[in-house]
């Protein structure tokens, strides 16, 4: 698939904000970045962004079953994975103007969002991305 068709994709699903619609286009594959742990210097971790051609399958466990081919009930709608550290996603609701990033730890039961940045900008600036 195209860029373009699976950026007609992406847009047709979901009403995503105008600065990720910019950065999928110019990232079309997944980013992978190292970030130091800050309770423990010798650790480190890798976060998985995706890029146009990641996102929607970065959805798969989260929102949507590729098994079954269902929608997950008690997944958030308005929730859409941006990255992952080790399968933990990283989501924006695109239900808000400016979403801020959220972060939650998976296997844990039920879902337990906490904010990760205040907004899309901020988190990308964290990572060193643009």
């Known amino acids: 698939m ?4 699976m950026m007609d994709e992406i847009c047709s ?4 904000p105008k600065d990720y ?8 594959n997944n980013l992978y970045v190292n970030v130091d742990d800050d309770d423990d210097e ?9 890029g146009a051609r990641g996102l929607l399958v970065g959805q798969y466990g989260y929102s949507y079953n590729p098994v079954q081919k ?15 550290c080790n399968a933990d996603p990283y989501c924006i609701d695109i239900s808000m103007d400016n979403s801020p990033v959220y972060y939650a730890v998976h296997g844990e039961g039920e879902w337990e969002f906490e904010k990760d940045s205040e ?6 600036e964290f990572l060193g991305i643009r």
């Open 21 to 28: 619609i910019e950065f999928l286009f110019n990232h079309e």
């Open 42 to 50: 010798d650790l480190s971790y890798e976060i998985e962004i995706y």
């Open 13 to 16: 699903r979901w009403s995503l």
């Open 70 to 84: 269902a929608v997950i009930e008690d997944w958030n709608p308005n929730y859409v994975v941006i990255a992952n």
């Open 119 to 124: 907004s899309l900008e901020e988190f990308f």
């Open 2 to 5: 195209q860029l373009k068709e």
